[in-house]
């Protein structure tokens, strides 16, 4: 039986990192596809920002699944 792991979009809950941390960690939820942070998009993350990220998310106990992106968020004409 293959095992599931769940994972979330978390900006959908804030823009802010510590409230998304918190949101995963109360609904069980260990994987994160980082999408947007108070930062800005993960497109636009300095690699001071990054760094910070990853030791904020290594404490609150949440591992990076994938990279969000704004593909498709622009309209196509």
Do not use: H
């Not at 809950?13 to 939820?29: F, H, R, T, Y």
């Amino acid at each position: 039986m293959a095992k599931i792991k769940l994972c979330a979009f978390a900006d959908e809950v804030s823009p802010e990192l510590d409230l998304q941390i918190k949101a995963m960690q109360e609904n069980g939820i260990p994987y994160l596809e980082i999408r947007g942070t108070e930062y800005g998009g993960v497109g636009d993350l300095t690699a001071s920002q990054a760094k910070e990220i990853r030791k904020r998310l290594d404490d609150g106990g949440i591992e990076v699944w994938s990279l969000g992106s704004p593909a498709g968020k622009s309209p196509i004409t």
